[in-house]
């Protein structure tokens, strides 16, 4: 008699049956790739974060190459000096009489045109005669400021206590001051660089 036929043995027998993945299995494969992602996200934001970094970074600190300038670059950055001489001045002390002596000298912008000379050679008038100082011609022409520049710095420093000019602080805002008023001087046509004091005495 022939044994029936069952249908679970009608099925192909190389058929493979399902993997089955126990749960601890299951939780470690979740917790690679949860792993994985995170490094994966932790790179990306490194890389993003450090590009950023840099970039605030050369606002701050730009490039050597950029910040350092040739030498003929740096001779044109030299401004003209104007030594204003020496001034003797009353201080506002209201507990005692103080005088203030000091000297002023200023570095002013050049134009185009002194540019422009300044870089051709200095040119003999006749036969026999010196060469004309190209810088002197500059400074002559800077004189008949002079007078409206003292007036400015004596009107500012005089009205200054000897405390006030006692602290660095303080000095550097008394030339931050005389730099805007003679800046409103020249109107616009030159600018004041920076302002300089040589001998400075409070007695």
């Not at 099925?11 to 089955?20: D, G, H, L, R």
């Not at 060469?131 to 420093?157: F, G, H, Q, T």
């Not at 008023?181 to 400075?200: A, C, H, K, M, Y």
């Amino acid at each position: 008699m022939t044994k029936p036929i069952d249908d679970k043995d009608s099925k192909n027998p190389n058929q493979k049956k399902p993997i089955e993945l126990s749960s601890n299995t299951m939780m470690i494969l979740n917790n690679a790739v949860i792993i994985v992602v995170l490094i994966i996200s932790m790179v990306i934001m490194y890389i993003l974060l450090d590009n950023s970094f840099e970039k605030k970074l050369k606002k701050f600190f730009p490039d050597q190459e950029q910040e350092e300038l040739s030498e003929e670059d740096e001779v044109k950055q030299e401004g003209i000096l104007l030594d204003l001489g020496e001034f003797i001045l009353n201080l506002v002390d209201s507990n005692q009489r103080r005088y203030l002596k000091v000297s002023v000298a200023i570095e002013l912008s050049k134009t185009e045109e002194e540019t422009a000379l300044l870089d051709q050679p200095a040119k003999a008038q006749g036969h026999g005669a010196a060469p004309v100082d190209n810088n002197a011609l500059i400074i002559a022409e800077m004189e008949r400021y002079k007078p409206a520049i003292r007036d400015a710095v004596i009107s500012i420093l005089s009205n200054k206590t000897s405390d006030e000019l006692s602290t660095p602080t303080g000095k550097e805002i008394a030339k931050e001051e005389i730099l805007e008023t003679i800046n409103g001087i020249f109107d616009g046509q030159r600018e004041v660089l920076r302002v300089s004091f040589g001998q400075f005495i409070i007695q």
